[in-house]
């Protein structure tokens, strides 16, 4: 039927207004009833109305497929419309197409206008839409609050979108796609099982008051930005397809996160990964805004970029971090991590910067490993560095307010070197000669640091009070400043078996080193070994080897071997070799009375070493000085005690000696010593240069002074020689054709 007037078509008393086929004509028409208007066919196929109104009141049914109008005033329905049909509405001319109450029907719909779409009721409430569809151009005004379809297609708004009204969209398991803009100062929530899409910028205009995506299928962003006044939620999996940034009060991912994309979150309130960030697909990369803070669940956190946490970041599971092609920064002042939860971090260019070091609170951070770059870290209270350590080509810097802790093996290794801001403790766990958590790996990975260092014995499975260590073969080199003082609480015992040659070397990187209360014992050749080592202790320790106890030489200036016991050494308890700078003091030397047994043995230039308060007894001899020019041995009021060093027992005319002297001895004093019960006391054989003063001798059993050789330039005064039961059996010997003395 043609319309031919612009009169309205009424039908009082709620009758029916029926157009039982197709409608069409470029007129307006007016439908007026509180009645059923019925569309039974196409409208507008043939020409377009101008437009089509049909009053509130009544029920609209668009059975017939199509209606088509090509006026501004579009297409207006007040009543509810139900479809019976599939239908498409076409208003051309950017008419408006308006809904403004209810649209049932187990039908799909297509809404095509360059003008405004307005749904100003609810939409498939009483019956779902199969699916509903707008095309690009115009604008949707979702009004009526929800709008449900039942269909695999689900709902396509290709135009703009804007909420007059807080609106749930559900969808079944159809898609939900917005693919432009959407704005308005309300409520969104999108719930379907199918996937949601978000391909347009989400509240630039007008920030949303919230947004929610709920559970059941993948929710694709790729309009660049969301931005709401409240909180955003998205229950679903969230794939990046392209960069985004999120700004809200609190931002939730409650399952995963992936995509090529970047993600920004600026959160005011919480940003929470409740689940994997970027495992499937790394992200491009990952920063949260400095205002407020992230929960991180999920367990791991990989991206292709940077990662940039500039808020405070809690954690709620043990968790990995990942960036293959960037960095993993923190802000300056915040906190990174969760007590008693585990970390690990692994990036390509760097962890940390200098003025902003990550700084962690963390169970224990399992590795941190960059592939070029710097790592910076500080540990609020304690730094605790797991099994795959801390490794990178550039340098390293930690720190933390408590300790810094390696109880697993873990290594710190910089190809620029690593500063520590205090002692790094190593812990010895087992009693294993080698392998994780043996002292040989602790002393390897401290040398590996370079950092000053302190060797823990606290493995749940190390043994009572003492611990004791048979080492295998060579310790490495102490090249590190490294303290192994077990003093107090559990002791150590270091074993050679009779066949290591050398318990513990200290060379020239291990400046200020301490080694105290430990016994080392059995050790072929020695067992501590001080190669030009400038302020090494030894203090304390028992010490007994098959060779010598203490070997030193070259430039010690600063170090001290206090308050040691040597026992049962074979050959030199301490033995000296051009050792400058050396302070010998308060220990106990027990020789083994053997043709090589001597408590003290000297060569070469010993400037500025001293030897003082000292006790040696029981060998063949208490001291050889043998060509040992500048030492003092013995000062006024810290002399030492030589006594009971006698002839070997085999060898009963082999005379022991408290001190032997002999070679170039140029300034060299022995002073303020007590010399008692030896065979000799102190014997000058071709000792040249060396002055013997403030001495007691006392009940030596064949002299208190023994002169051989040429001695020039070598003398003995104002030494005190005991009486009656003290007395020596002679006070001085020269042997035939010695001089000097």
Known sequence: MRSRSRRPLTANNAGAVTFATTLDGAKALAVNTQGLTTFGGAVGTMTSLFSLTTDAGGTTAINGGSIKTSGLAGQVFNDAVTLGNDAALLANNAGAVTFATALDG??????????LTTFGGAVG??????????????TTAINGGSIKTSGLAGQVFNDAVTLGANAILSAAA????????LDGGFAATLSTLGTTTLGGVVGDATPLVSLVANAGGPTVIGGGRVTTTGNQTYADAVTLSANATLTGVDVRFSSTVDGSGGLVVNASGVTFFDAAVGATTPLAAVTTSAAGTTVIGGGSARTSGSQSWLDDVVLTADTVFTSTGGSITAGPANVFGASGRDVSFTAATGIGTAAAPIRIAAGEVTALVTDSGDIHIVGVGDLVIGADGFVAPGAIAINASGDIRVPDGGRIAAGRGVTAGKTVLWSVTRTTDAGAGSL????????????????LLDGPSLPGDTVTILVGSALPRVATRLTIDTTTGRKLVLDGGGTVATGLFFGPQSTGSLIAGVTLRNFAENAIVLDASPGVTVRGCVIQANGNGIQAFGNQAGSRIVGNTFTGTRAYGIHLYAATGLEISGNTVIGRNTLDSMGLYATGTLTKTFVVNNTFRGGLRGALLQNARGLAFGRMGQGNTLSDNVAVPSRPTFAGTGIRAEGDMTGTTVTANTFSRNNYGFGFVGARGLRLTGNTFVRNSIAGIHVDGNNTGSSQAANTFGSGVNSNKATIIRARGSRGI
């Open 106 to 115: 187990a039908k799909t719909l297509a809404v095509n206008t360059q003008g």
């Open 174 to 181: 159809g898609a939900i796609t917005l693919s432009s803009t």
């Open 125 to 138: 409430t009483t019956t779902p839409l199969v699916s509903l569809t707008t095309d690009a151009g115009g």
């Open 440 to 455: 040989r790996q602790v002393i390897s990975n401290a040398n590996v640091s370079g950092v000053e260092g302190r060797v």
